[in-house]
């Protein structure tokens, strides 16, 4: 599933392309969109602006020409979504049986692909959902500190003392934007069990998981340094894969996540897996790093991404990472 990072990397491309411009054609697979459409069409519209909200992504189109009202095109990935963009004309790299909404925009075209949820909103109708306004804050928002983070946590640890760590991290309405890659790596950083209950989280814990959440998104939301991919436009459209060490050995770009068996990136004992919460999803850590009493084993400190590792009592050095 797309994390924060991704999400907020589609919205500012599709911005780039789009913002601005006057929507020449629309098509859509969806019954709902093709209703709406037909009432209030949206050739004609100006796309005003592309934002994410956590996992979510927002495309905001002006009122139509007829007086209706300004529309947002609401569009969650999940697990199989993705948006494109092409040249007006270019030939797309996926079959039309799995387009879910195409937007033409003078020179660029935007197309949702497999997305599982697309629907129009006027404001009011977004104030009404049950899912986009509950979200809690984005980490990848300006108002986002390592501060709102604590106080999101220690909200969730107060109303619910049983949640798991590992779940609270996966919780859009605690803080947007975090999925099953962070939600394993986060924890990593500072040396927290992820099995743990909300209740055993010390505040300096809070305080590295809240600080690490914005560090690693934000490191992978980078618009202009090697690794990315853009057309001539400057639109960036992938980063290559998610990266928490910063290690230039792409096989080294995670600490935990995915690495079951093999030896911990610190200490050498082995990573672990197991699945977690509702949804069943694997969660990955180290046993000696995190372990499952508060306190004892070694607590990472707050590092820079790419930076050396400090653990409490000494300074190791791996490489690049």
């Not at 033409?104 to 959902?129: G, K, W, Y």
């Not at 986060?186 to 055993?200: E, I, K, L």
């Not at 934000?218 to 990266?243: H, P, Q």
Request: charged residues 25%; glycine residues 10%.
């Amino acid at each position: 599933m797309p994390e924060g990072d991704t999400i907020y990397r589609a919205a500012r491309a599709l911005h780039k392309a789009l913002a601005g411009k006057v929507v020449t054609a629309f098509d859509t697979g969806l019954a709902k969109l093709a209703s709406l459409n037909d009432d209030a069409p949206v050739v004609g519209r100006t796309v005003e602006k592309v934002e994410s909200r956590g996992k979510w992504c927002l495309m905001y189109f002006s009122g139509g020409r007829s007086g209706e009202e300004p529309l947002i095109l609401v569009t969650h990935m999940l697990m199989s979504g993705s948006w494109h963009i092409y040249r007006t004309g270019e030939k797309w790299w996926m079959g039309r049986s799995k387009m879910r909404a195409a937007i033409t925009a003078e020179d660029f075209q935007a197309v949702a692909f497999n997305v599982p949820i697309a629907e129009f909103h006027t404001a009011r109708s977004l104030e009404r959902s049950t899912q986009v306004p509950k979200l809690g804050v984005d980490i990848l928002s300006d108002a986002y500190s390592p501060e709102a983070g604590v106080r999101a946590l220690q909200q969730r640890r107060d109303t619910h003392p049983d949640d798991e760590i590992g779940v609270v991290l996966l919780n859009q309405r605690v803080m947007a934007g975090l999925g099953n890659v962070y939600k394993s790596e986060v924890p990593f950083a500072a040396g927290v069990n992820p099995f743990r209950q909300m209740s055993t989280l010390s505040e300096r814990e809070m305080q590295v998981m809240a600080d690490v959440s914005q560090k690693y998104l934000r490191a992978n939301i980078n618009d202009g340094s090697a690794g990315l991919s853009s057309n001539t436009d400057g639109i960036v459209t992938y980063s290559g894969n998610r990266r928490t060490t910063h290690s230039m050995n792409a096989g080294d770009r995670l600490w935990v996540y995915g690495r079951q068996g093999q030896e911990c990136r610190r200490c050498g004992a082995n990573v672990m897996r197991r699945l977690q919460g509702e949804a069943v999803r694997p969660t990955y850590w180290c046993p000696e790093c995190q372990p499952w009493v508060p306190g004892v084993g070694q607590t990472a400190e707050i590092a820079p991404v790419g930076r050396q590792v400090k653990l409490l009592g000494k300074t190791r050095r791996r490489g690049s990472c």
